[in-house]
């Protein structure tokens, strides 16, 4: 599967209207802890702007309301995992990316046979508390000869400078959030990102 090399993560769909007329073609909504109604439309208005933009929207964690709206595409977590349907996640036809941080994570998203997987943190995040500490880019490499041709997803604490180095050793994607949202100016960043990964 050809999937976009540069996969942006943001919390609002109005993240998403600023990438969208850069050329961005992969991006994520993650959303943790807003009311159904609001999810619903963030969701709602974030699909509409990719579909406009020819892009693919993934939606994270809120599988009932993905295949609700239409999604095409879903990224879960182990926890996740735990309480999903992936049955009917596979019968509304998505496609589903899945977490993974150690071996068991791994062969556990395997088993799924997942349409891409990520491994993070590859390095020190700071958007989110984890339990893991930065994977390196070895992991990377190891995690990509295992997986095969399921692409590979590098996130946590990616820039536009370590991406290379997360090619290289064997990422097909990589995914980012602090080193876009809290740059100075954004849309130059999300350009830099795009450069980089063309
Ligand atoms: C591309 C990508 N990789 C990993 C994650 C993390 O998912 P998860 O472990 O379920 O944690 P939350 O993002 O839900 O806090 C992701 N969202 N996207
Ligand atoms: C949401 C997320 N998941 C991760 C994982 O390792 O599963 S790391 C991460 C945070 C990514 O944000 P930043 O690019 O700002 O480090
Ligand atoms: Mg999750």
């Known amino acids: ?49 990719c579909r ?41 036809g998505m496609k589903l990316g899945l977490s993974t941080h150690d071996h068991a994570e791994l062969e556990r998203a395997l088993a799924l046979a997942p349409d891409y997987i990520a ?17 390196g880019l070895d992991r990377l490499t190891e995690w990509k000869a295992r997986i095969g041709d399921i692409p590979l997803c590098a996130i946590g604490g990616m820039s536009v400078a370590r991406a290379p180095g997360a090619f290289a050793a064997g990422a097909d994607m990589v995914a980012a959030v602090t080193d876009i949202t809290l740059n100075a100016d954004p849309e130059a960043r999300m350009r830099e990102w795009l450069e980089v990964t063309a």
Not at 14 to 39: S, Y
Request: charged content about 25%.
């Open 119 to 135: 491994l993070g943190p590859v390095y020190p995040t700071i958007l989110k508390k984890m339990k893991w500490t930065e994977q």
């Open 52 to 92: 406009q933009h020819g892009a693919q929207l993934v939606v994270n964690d809120h599988w009932q309301l993905a295949i609700e709206l239409g999604v095409d595409w879903l990224h879960l977590g182990q926890e996740d995992l735990d309480t999903a349907d992936i049955p009917a996640i596979r019968r509304a």
């Open 1 to 49: 599967m050809n999937l976009p090399h540069f996969y942006p993560v943001f919390d609002s769909a109005a993240w998403v209207a600023r990438a969208m007329p850069l050329g961005v073609k992969l991006v994520q909504l993650r959303i943790k802890d807003a009311p159904e109604d609001v999810l619903r439309d963030e969701i709602t208005i974030a699909l509409d702007l």
